[in-house]
Nanobody, 127 residues
């Protein structure tokens, strides 16, 4: 059973940066894609970024392209989300999750394809 623990959230002024971490235990995840998702108040959860098992391919939501970077360190079984130029609209609870399918042929960003959700970490951006 995979367990994911997010950390690194906090309160930051608009234009600032945060780095989120997602540490996995219970299984080595180097062959699974990992994703970051977020849920803002009164909104549905949405995908932020996804990275393949080896880290060679990434995809981002249009709203964060050029500002956020997803990466992973398979030796540490950890995935990161570097968030720069933060905006108030980035305020949300951020979750990480692991692809349910081993070595999926075509990267997915569908929430239904991800599982073992972490508890989330709150990011609040004030102007």
């Amino acid at each position: 059973q995979v367990q994911l623990v997010e950390s690194g959230g906090g309160l930051v002024q608009a234009g600032g940066s945060l780095r989120l971490s997602c540490a996995a235990s219970g299984r080595t995840l180097r062959q699974y894609a990992m994703g970051w998702f977020r849920q803002a108040p009164a909104k549905e959860r949405e995908v932020v970024a996804v990275i393949t098992g080896r880290g060679g391919i990434t995809t981002y939501a249009d709203s964060v392209k050029g500002r956020f970077t997803i990466s992973r360190d398979n030796a540490k079984n950890t995935v990161y989300l570097q968030m720069n130029s933060l905006k108030p609209e980035d305020t949300a609870v951020y979750y990480c999750a692991v692809d349910k399918l081993l070595r999926r042929a075509i990267m997915s960003s569908r929430q239904a394809d991800f599982g073992s959700w972490g508890q989330g970490t709150q990011v609040t951006v004030f102007s």
